[in-house]
C-alpha cells in the first residue's frame, strides 16, 4: 500500500521561500495514472488545493498559488517537493501531500505537516 510523508521545516519567516518533500514508499511515482498533490488547511479554514505533479512530470496550479509555486520531482529518489514564494504569516497551515487517480480528489494522504510562517 502506498505512504506518503512530508518533511521541511516547521518555520518559516515571512518572504522567505517555503520547500517541503513528499517522500513516497510503496509505489512509483511514475506510474500511470497517479497524480501528486500538495494541498494545505490554514487554521480553522477548509483545505486549499495547490497544484500538482503527474506521472508524465506534468504540473498543474491553483491560479490562487500559481505567481508563487513550483513543484518538481525527483525520480531517483521516489519523491516530490513543493516550493512556495514570498510567504507570509497567511501561509501557516497543515501541508498535506497526497495522491489521487487522474485529476480526482486524493484518496491517499500523508499525515500532513504544520508550517509556521512568523519571525
Known amino acids: 500500500q502506498v505512504q506518503l510523508q512530508e518533511s521541511g521545516p516547521g518555520l518559516v519567516k515571512p518572504s522567505q521561500t517555503l520547500s517541503l518533500t513528499c517522500t513516497v514508499s510503496?509505489?512509483?511515482?511514475?506510474?500511470?495514472?497517479?497524480?501528486w498533490s500538495w494541498i494545505r488547511q490554514p487554521p480553522g479554514k477548509g483545505l486549499e488545493w495547490i497544484g500538482y505533479?503527474?506521472?508524465?512530470?506534468?504540473?498543474n496550479y491553483s491560479p490562487f498559488f500559481k505567481s508563487r509555486t513550483s513543484i518538481s520531482r525527483d525520480t531517483s529518489k521516489n519523491h516530490y517537493t513543493l516550493q512556495l514564494a514570498s510567504v507570509t504569516p497567511e501561509d501557516t497551515a497543515v501541508y498535506y501531500c497526497?495522491?489521487?487517480?487522474?485529476?480526482?480528489?486524493?484518496?491517499?494522504w500523508g499525515r500532513g505537516t504544520q508550517v509556521i510562517v512568523s519571525l
Open positions: 497526497a495522491r489521487s487517480t487522474g485529476v480526482g480528489w486524493p484518496n491517499y
Open positions: 510503496g509505489g512509483s511515482i511514475s506510474t500511470n495514472p497517479y497524480y
Open positions: 505533479i503527474d506521472y508524465l512530470d506534468s504540473t
